[in-house]
T-cell receptor, first 114, second 113 residues
Framework: DAKTTQPPSMDCAEGRAANLPCNHS???????VYWYRQIHSQGPQYIIH???NNETNEMASLIITEDRKSSTLILPHATLRDTAVYYC???????????????FGQGTILTVHP | KAGVTQTPRYLIKTRGQQVTLSCSPI?????VSWYQQTPGQGLQFLFE???????NKGNFPGRFSGRQFSNSRSEMNVSTLELGDSALYLC???FGQGSSPLHFGNGTRLTVT
């Protein structure tokens, strides 16, 4: 699976949009980008994923550049409860033996301030 | 619908003992994966089961084993516990194919003394 690079930490004011970047310059054509977040002492929470088109759900938006070498997770109106570690993960959609294995990096610690 | 359920939530064991952790996946999910999380190593993949068969295994010693039952519920066993096995053990379930994401439980916190 392709390696990802994220900033170690970011700050955001409550009510503002939080834009979390991720670099995945070695991504291949059939690899998806997934975003998870983890609040202290809880399991990672799935947020969103995409292949090449921008995606939006009730939690966030995912913007993937045209060359697919980077992406941005957008939390449109951050709240204090969005303070967490955010992980960007690239996974090959090949099914089979590699399916259940996600490679987590160090992620980005997002702190939302009042 | 109900999420991934892991039991017990907390566990304290003594070095040399063995332990079994349980995971109930989301209804309809056939894949269960296990992860270990420690402050030093982060989240590391242990193994994945799909339809009662181990489909992939991470780089952990043979003391770590698992199984999956016909109802997709899974158990993980660690034998001859070592102090370094103290960690948060996470289970994740999914449909097991395509791009469907993994959904994690809140884990079992194992402390080995």
């Amino acid at each position: 699976d392709a390696k990802t690079t994220q900033p170690p930490s970011m700050d955001c004011a409550e009510g503002r949009a939080a834009n979390l970047p991720c670099n995945h310059s070695t991504i291949s054509g059939n690899e998806y980008v997934y975003w998870y977040r983890q609040i202290h002492s809880q399991g990672p929470q799935y947020i969103i994923h995409g292949l090449k088109n921008n995606e939006t759900n009730e939690m966030a938006s995912l913007i993937i550049t045209e060359d697919r070498k980077s992406s941005t997770l957008i939390l449109p109106h951050a709240t204090l409860r969005d303070t967490a570690v955010y992980y960007c993960i690239v996974r090959l959609d090949a099914g089979g033996t590699s399916y259940g294995k996600l490679t987590f990096g160090q992620g980005t610690i997002l702190t939302v301030h009042p | 619908k109900a999420g991934v359920t892991q039991t017990p939530r907390y566990l304290i064991k003594t070095r040399g003992q063995q332990v079994t952790l349980s995971c109930s996946p989301i209804s309809g999910h056939r894949s269960v994966s296990w992860y270990q999380q420690t402050p030093g190593q982060g989240l590391q993949f242990l193994f994945e089961y799909f339809s009662e068969t181990q489909r992939n295994k991470g780089n952990f010693p043979g003391r770590f084993s698992g199984r999956q039952f016909s109802n997709s519920r899974s158990e993980m066993n660690v034998s001859t516990l070592e102090l370094g096995d103290s960690a948060l053990y996470l289970c994740a379930s999914s449909f097991g194919q395509g791009s469907s994401p993994l959904h994690f439980g809140n884990g079992t916190r194992l402390t080995v003394t």
